[in-house]
């Protein structure tokens, strides 16, 4: 039977191309039925307050640096999306006086716009590299701080941002999830030649490394209403993203949802997704049920309810 056609885009996949009784049962969780979903492998954690919550965000920055060593460098993949926990890593390294140098510590970032087919500069006003050295590295007292050549942004040789995660432990990819159900700019893709009957395959896709992508129309309108005010217009249609091939070396991933980047449908539906191990590359994020350590962090006032609420 052939798929159905997207709501959102109609020459692309994503989840509403799934069958309706996926989408069913995911809009019936309740918050007891997402803390059940935990498995081997795959765990759900809910916080009670914001504070909580961004500062054990914060804590895996210094867990993670913190089993680096010179002779066995460490570190950790960050997101622009949640951001709230970036000043707050500072905060902690400089107040606790951890040397990210002497451990020879590292950090990733995630993800880059491109414009005219080039990673924009960190002068551009949507730089990630500049939002992560802005809120966070560059707080960093200088004698504490990462070496900059322990600094990796998908913004020049993808080939080389890829060797990097053999090269040096990846402890912990962190991220956030966003409106068309990825991570970083791991999107779903167009519906068009090889894949214009069905998506690719969850080994076809998970084969991807760092690499430049088109970005799905929704992933626009998340990020002009996110990052821009609306502004859809400013909001750059590709960008270099880590992809699948780098996620797996990281020895876990661990997913952060505050509840404003997706919605409480979408957060349910990769939760039970990835519990029911339930891979389908139209819901990158579905992909991650065969990564062998995966969290879901949910701030309890955000996950809401899926009910019809007019406005």
Known sequence: MARPISKLAEGWWDYTTLESDILQDAARLTVRDLEELSRPGFTVRIFDTVQEFYAAEALEYLDAWMQSTPDNPAGICGPVGPTEQLPIVAEMVNALGI??????????????????????????????????????????????????????????????????????????????QGEIKHWAFNDPLPREGEYAEAPPSPEEYRAQQARIVKLHPVTLMQNARTSGG???????????????????????????????????????????????????????????????????????SGIGEVVVDMH
Not at 105 to 116: I, K, P, T, Y
Not at 231 to 243: D, K, L, Y
Request: aromatic share 8%.
């Open 99 to 176: 040397n990210l140098g002497k451990l020879d510590a590292h950090f990733w970032g995630m993800d880059e716009w491109l414009e005219n087919g080039v990673p924009v500069s960190e002068s551009h006003p949507l730089s990630f590299a500049k939002c992560d050295n802005e809120l966070c590295l560059n707080r960093i007292r200088s004698e504490l701080a990462l070496p900059d050549r322990n600094k990796h942004f998908p913004s020049g040789d993808l080939d080389q941002y890829t060797a990097s995660f053999d090269q040096v432990r990846c402890v912990l990819m962190q991220g956030g």
């Open 230 to 300: 609306g502004n859809v217009s400013q909001i750059p249609t590709h960008a270099a993203t880590v992809g699948p091939r780098e996620t797996w070396k990281a020895e876990t991933v661990s997913i952060w949802h505050p509840g404003h980047h997706d919605n409480p449908f979408g957060m349910r539906l990769s939760a039970l997704m990835i519990s029911k191990g339930l891979a389908d590359s139209a819901v990158p994020m579905s992909l991650l049920t065969d990564h062998p350590n995966v969290r879901f962090n949910f701030l309890r």
